[in-house]
């Protein structure tokens, strides 16, 4: 038996709280924020990222899993294509809760929670793009490598004669002009 919630409800029992939590949810994946109380977005925020996890596994089950909490259709496809797409990167943390003061009416603490699309980090995007790229280019460079080696091997050994004439020239015109420098002396 799962443990009880502490505190008080947010509604009357606790299957108004269900319904309220999935209502919740659902017009967060809709508009993907909603403004609503402190205390709200603090129930609704381990309850969405549950759902986006299972958006993310995007098996059949893991879909009538959702289907079960949340009765919109429409929302459950845009979870499961849009929201799942956009988070597939991120390891958690798919909410973000940011407090906006006091509502007018009744002073209660408001909120507002969205959803966090943008990539991790902006490093992280461009590490995990240049990993990609060099993924896909490696069976290319192996290929290059492997055809400059053996030009490399080539052009050594044509080399070796003609290294071995400029070093005999740089000595000849080394010895010429030690003779030189004595005589200025």
Same mark, same amino acid.
């Given at each position: 038996?799962?443990t009880?919630t502490k ?12 319904l309220?939590? /999935? @209502?919740?949810?659902a017009?967060l994946f ?9 205390t ?9 990222? #549950? ?5 993310? #596994? ?5 879909? #009538?899993?959702v ?16 929201? /799942?797409?956009?988070?597939? @990167? ?9 407090k906006?003061? @006091? #509502?007018?009416?009744? @002073? ?10 943008e ?8 590490v /995990? ?11 290319a ?6 055809t400059?080696?053996?030009?490399a ?14 070093a ?14 004595e005589?200025?002396?």
């Open positions: 038996m799962p009880p505190g008080p409800r947010l509604g009357g029992g606790p299957a108004h709280e269900r309220m939590l /999935a @209502n919740l949810a017009a809709e508009h993907k924020r909603i403004t609503t109380t402190v709200k977005a603090k129930r609704l925020k381990p309850y969405a990222e #549950r759902l986006v996890t299972f958006a993310k #596994r995007g098996d059949l089950a893991s879909r #009538r899993r289907l079960g909490l949340i009765s919109d259709k429409g929302v459950v496809h845009e979870l499961f294509t849009d929201i /799942a797409g956009a988070v597939a @990167n991120r390891d958690g943390g798919y909410t973000r809760i940011t906006i003061g @006091n #509502r007018k009416g009744d @002073n209660a603490p408001m909120a507002v929670i969205e959803l966090v699309l990539p991790v980090s902006p490093k992280q995007a461009v /995990a793009e240049a990993t990609a790229a060099a993924a896909k280019a490696a069976p460079e192996e290929e290059v490598v492997e400059e080696a053996v030009e091997e080539a052009a050594e050994t044509e080399e070796a004669p003609a290294a071995e004439a400029d005999a020239e740089a000595e000849a015109a080394e010895t010429e002009e030690a003779p030189a420098a005589d200025k002396k």
